[in-house]
């Protein structure tokens, strides 16, 4: 008899087989990049002292590892053919080398930006048609990342074939360095990557850039929500349900090694609420994005804090199986705020490995409302009210009850409270994935990653949970009964 | 003067002239595949244990002659340049010649699968850029159909020009065997294939993958029925009723020897009911789809087996006028279920050799109804209210009147009935083209292939019938008067 | 001081500059066509038949001049490498040189049929890859035109530039054999042709296939009216309300040598009113689309060739300034048929020789109504309300007020009345422009090319009329007062 | 801490790192060209007739520096390989290098015009394989300003990619000629030129043709103002409201160096009131449109010149800083004329140098009414309630608020004013920015560059105007207190 996770996700299981690319990147990268909040505001400094508080707030330990130096550094390239980039000797004084030995040094990886074009999107030096002087300037550097956009690029686009062959130079370039750079195009959706991008690279844009509000609409991301198949015009400031809508339809496209990018995470920058923010970071999470924080250290609050560090959440983010959830139902609701680009809400779930699963009860209008999911509609992919996992009793544990209180948060901050062994209400929030990775953690049964008991459903029963307005209630769910798997096992 | 079918299709005449690429799929090509109930989870147990029961159920002999092996079933190249593809020794631990010669034996073609990629869609290697070599290794084992898939294809996409000559490449590889292969391409109506794929191939695919559901919308099959032209996302999980209604404006482009492929059958999977199997396996059948089963063969139930051995309803799809039936008109309705794409009710109608016309009447919302269509709009194509077919008198055959009954079906399956010449009861609902074929069975009129007598119709009068929801009635209609033919053969 | 008229349209006047392409079609073609009534069933007595009816009805000298052959002629190539399309030697026994000579004898011109590709739409042999040898058999034939058709064509379409380099080959081809040979692109509107085929052929298809409906919608034929600009499979069964829908963003595309082809003609094949048939007719005149007819001569009724043959509306086809008429205004009504594209009215008007204009009052709609233009819009090229063409008075000629009553016309098809002259009644309807071409008989105010005399507009005034469901009226407009034209010649 | 604007446009700020292409155009350039009042009607007598009023009427001192002749010029090409192209010699009796000669002795620039296709829009002869030869031509005859359109351009247009390619070897062609010639391509926005253009060019046109009227619909510009960014048909006779609502989403693209040209102005056209030429003469400027005159002078009235001349929103065009203006919010309203577009309302917003900004607000309905934009809006890019600009005191500066008088503005036209130094009545409206530049100007508070003082809005608060129908109110916005300002400094 076939398993029942087959039966329910074929498509999931055939996804085991083959290792993707280059080996980086098989749960979504985590990190930090300098761009939402510092924009062109770069340097030496910011990188070392935001490095080190990702150290010391136990963000590091979270698995964000990569720190990411975005446009604006270079001061063009050296003399002669083929000169190489050079860094801004007032930004960098010590160079980029010295940058990344003392990233490094702690723990974490260095990475860098650059445009496939002849400029960056900031009007700096871009790489195309240097490809390969580029990649091994950032392989002698020490780089671990290479962010590589798409302004300036001299009319090579049109077909996935001529963007495809854009961005392919750069893969064989980096290749050929022979140093593991985890490889993430930025080419905002176009030419569809989710298409052909799997094979040459770790991660790819989705859509323009996100901006700081959770669903304002602004004409210079003129795509709707509903349009992200097919976007003439990505754009920019976009917002965060702007990018989920677009992504709903090639969720599936990411797979380990390889994943959908609906750009860097704004928690922390002020322009949502709490809520807000926790919607935005779950559903960033549950659909494989890359985790990339887009915060100013100088101004993070203890809440936000402990929605970056939230080891639950975290934990369906790199789950070893790498699918991603799947929207399985919106609908309008007129609550909505003027310029948002829809009042909806939205019912997404997924497998996750061990046979858990996950759901998202997401509001997004403007009233809390009660909103609950059936398990046909949870379990559609294996057959809806004809699903024998829907006709299980499921426990359910809520991703957000053993959220960070916002106090130790602040102790953390404010170097009032340690991470060290000894400091048993941090541990109670805080995941060591150095000391244990997310899936020996899941393999063990850690309650940090499951969050907290809330109660259990029927067989054919109901999901249900008051949600407040532009907020998510987000459960994992782990089969009860165990007399199907029994079954199994004959 | 000229011939009334010339009259009432010129488009349909004009076809019979020049025989298509390389002489098979005359008629829409009838098999099984593993891949909508199994997945990866193939062997040569599997292949041959349905191949004995396709043969034993009577279904070989209703035509369903190709066997085929989906993704998941190599290990790889053997080392070298240019390495051949190795069959999984575990799966297939005799072979794929031998599964083939085993296949062959029990008079059944062997088909299998490759992508026009670097990796198949389960991340198996895929065969872009070893065309020839592939091409001769199907041979070698002694295959006779390859679905050719689309995945990992490394951005070779974007206009029909650049996938043209993806796969047209394995064309010329296939060819150069000298071996007839039918040739199946899969890249899910990318590209506009209906412009394209008919000198190339026997059959292209029209959508994203088909699921297990009548109507239900999923957001990774982004496109809406109404949009079958223009999808930038195929996508997957589309419902029966979202690739017909893409696949309506362009049905004529299926023709003898190359076919519009709708995507494997779902009958006997279970996500839907009676009613709506027999209407997808009759709008297939009406469209010129490929029909290619895609159940378990330990699951299927009786009723499931009577749908799929209906000789009348298959009479239609192998018919050897080859022209597929024509959406006449579609009209939005109330009833719905809450993720239906649509509700809407169809009338379908097209020619067929002999002068005799099949006509279908689809209910997709979810209440029964009259519903009814005029001879006018039924013969539209050769004037509407001012054909010389309409005002005719038409007499009807129902194509489901003479369904097999389900107890006698499961007995088939069960073993307790069998399929030969003393078995009185199931030859009254059992065909054997192998014997006589479709083309000779209608021109001699048949009643196996005719239906059920069903009433007829007056001169500009009306096709009435009660249609059940998510249902469909279809009639063979023969002209009951013979006045204008004497005419035309004065 | 500047010219009234090259106040009011700039960009005609600019286009009286350079001859296009090869000298042909200075206005839009007339012929006749066998396809939409005879399809495939072609032969030497079918072309000669029609060609001396032509001759005889009064066709030929009021400008169908050529005669054209379409598909299914051919019996393939002869042997060897290269070789030349050979004509079906059972339906042209005389072979096409024959043909061309015979109806060269009668005054007339020949056309022929091939495809853009490896067959023809009826999947005879194609002539992509043989242009030269194809075009050097049909100029040795002698024939006159080549309707060029985009079947089959090996997914060489997609981008302008792919299509162009298609159906350049062939007019290369043309142009190397030194006969003059008018040059009819027939790709449907695929791959925008207004943009780029009017320095390589004398006319471009704007959609798929005209059928004989005045405005049924038909699934075969999917974009709307409205999207006659971006359709991704034009198909065929488009009706004449859907052609002209979409042709409205781009009728000034068309320019003396190179027209916009809205397809042939249905008048006289019995599926439309004599109300429709007019104004599909007039509509056809007025947007300079090729006037060929598509009828079976044998079933041609009076009021059909009365249509055919109105010389004041030919007169607006053949005018000499060459520039189409401009759809002002679209508005919807509710009456419409259950199956119509759309229910609307449209105003259109447009600029012709010597300072006249023609206005056309369209209604789209089921029900007779009273319509009128303002001459604000009429010329609102001109400035609308502030436009001097629109501060002048203006004479109207009804374009159909001088109809060949249909026992007149009815009399000539049936041999009663011949075109000699002494016959006076006819030459009050019949127009030679053999003897005197239309700019002739424009210029010196022949009231056959005028219409009848209909009233007058006083400035900023309104035409107004009653205009019959799915029916048109039209106006020859001329500047009453004589006062600018005083001030002009100061 | 990070400066006040750098938080508040990052996007803006990285701007200011790089110059463009070829140094000219760094504010969107002014000038005057013959098309929108004289189409073909060229010659040497009109432009220096028109030369010198740009010189006497004080719009050269304003900045409108060049002097384009539009299509229509020449006389093909001189015999032999490669000949170039010669100028009318009816139309330009003394030749080009004259003409240019002449009008660079008035303190104006030269511009000429030619078609990236076989011919030239009024199909005069094209440069499209001629680039080199007709480059050196140009820069022989002392252009310094090329219009580049895109008519008949051999099916060289579908990707980013061909069209790129086509304008890019122009722009080769006139680099390689040492001269700086101002390269404005004019391909109306096909294949996306705002991703492309600003590496070779130093504008592109964004769209279709305009006309003279603000937001009348009219077929052959079928792409509604929603449509900016995938139209397939550009078309012409767009409204001045359909190419602003198409450029909306894609106005940051322009940049010091390289703007979106929204086509031509229409003031003093008379197609439009004078409200209207007001909001459309202020959009353009707010948004970086070149700001290129296309009326006849020996029509202009007081008013349109008062329009043209106004100080105060030139400056904003020229503003240092380079970035445009964006839109906010649209809302429809239901007042709009019959052909219109939309009925909508609008506010727009952006930032100037020295911290200054502007915002618009827009009635594009046809009544007045009172319009209000919070500086929340008005400051979303830097937060929106979240930001600190939207929490400081404003001051408001009318930029209409000094606009000449018309009487003055007639004085001028009619020769009884002059704009010399004891003009002291004039000087109160206009500026010479040939004297002093507006960043000049701006840095040192020039009042007739602020507009007219219009009160103030408290923190949080809204600014709030009576517009009129089809008109728009701007300010100036000065930041009043100093507080954040002193903060900054500590």
Redesign the interface.
Same mark, same amino acid.
């Given at each position: 008899m076939?398993n029942l996770v087959?039966l329910s996700s074929?498509?999931v299981?055939?996804?085991d087989?083959?290792a993707?690319y280059n080996g980086l990147a098989v749960t979504p990268q985590m990190g930090w990049d300098n761009w939402n909040s510092?924009?062109?505001?770069v340097s030496e400094d910011l990188l070392l002292n935001t490095a080190r508080k990702i150290v010391s707030y136990g963000l590091r330990d979270a698995g964000y590892t990569y720190v990411i130096l975005d446009?604006?550094w270079s001061s063009g390239r050296s003399p002669g053919a083929n000169g190489s980039l050079i860094a801004n000797s007032t930004r960098f004084p010590n160079g980029m080398a010295d940058v990344a030995d003392r990233i490094h040094d702690l723990g974490l990886r260095f990475g860098m930006y650059s445009s496939a074009g002849?400029?960056t999107? &900031?009007? %700096?030096t871009g790489s195309l048609g240097y490809e390969e002087v580029d990649a091994q300037t950032f392989a002698d550097w020490g780089v671990d990342y290479l962010k590589y956009d798409n302004c300036?690029?001299?009319?090579?686009?049109?077909?996935?074939?001529?963007?495809?062959?854009r961005y392919?130079k750069m893969q064989v370039a980096l290749n050929n360095t022979g140093r593991p750079i985890l490889y993430s195009l930025c080419n905002w959706g176009e030419?569809?990557p989710?298409?052909?991008a799997?094979?040459i690279s770790n991660s790819w844009r989705t859509s323009g850039d996100i901006t700081?509000?959770f669903d304002?609409h602004?004409?210079?991301?003129?795509c709707p929500p509903s349009n992200?198949?097919?976007c003439?015009?990505p754009?920019?400031?976009c917002s965060a349900m702007n990018i989920l809508g677009k992504a &709903?339809? %090639?969720?599936?496209k990411g797979?380990p090694g390889s994943w959908n990018d609906l750009d860097m995470l704004e928690v922390g920058n002020?322009?949502m609420t709490d809520a807000e923010y926790v919607a935005h970071f779950t559903m960033w999470a549950l659909v494989k994005s890359p985790l990339v924080m887009g915060n100013d250290f100088a101004k993070l609050g203890g809440r936000d804090l402990s929605i970056l560090i939230n080891p639950a959440v975290i934990a369906v983010s790199q789950d070893p199986m790498g699918a991603g959830a799947?929207?399985r139902?919106?609908y309008d609701v007129e609550d909505r705020d003027?310029?948002a680009e829809a009042g909806t809400i939205q019912m997404w779930s997924g497998a996750l490995s061990g046979g858990d699963f996950v759901v998202a009860l997401l509001n997004a209008g403007t009233r809390p409302r009660m909103m609950n999911a059936t398990l046909a509609d949870i379990f559609?992919?294996s057959?809806?009210e004809?699903s024998e996992l829907a006709q299980q009793s499921w426990d359910l544990y809520d991703l957000w009850g053993n959220r960070m209180p916002e106090e130790i948060a602040a102790g953390i901050i404010g170097g009032n409270v340690t991470l060290g062994a000894g400091a048993a209400n941090v541990t109670d929030y805080y995941y060591n994935a150095t000391a244990k990775s997310y899936a020996e953690g899941l393999a063990s049964n850690d309650m940090l990653l499951m969050g907290t008991a809330a109660g259990s459903v029927q067989p054919m029963g109901v999901v249900e949970a008051m949600v407040e307005g532009h907020g998510v209630r987000v459960f994992r769910m782990r089969m009860r009964s165990r007399l199907l798997r029994r079954r199994d096992e004959l």
């Open positions: 076939k087959l074929i498509a299981l055939a996804r087989v083959t993707m510092f924009g062109c505001d446009d604006c002849s400029m999107c &900031a009007r %700096y300036y690029n001299e009319g090579q686009s049109g077909t996935p074939l001529i963007t495809y062959n392919k030419d569809y989710w298409k052909w799997q094979t700081d509000f304002r602004d004409p210079r991301c003129p992200g198949i097919n003439a015009l754009g920019f400031h &709903a339809p %090639y969720i599936d797979i002020g322009g799947f929207r139902w919106i003027g310029m559609v992919d057959g809806a004809h």
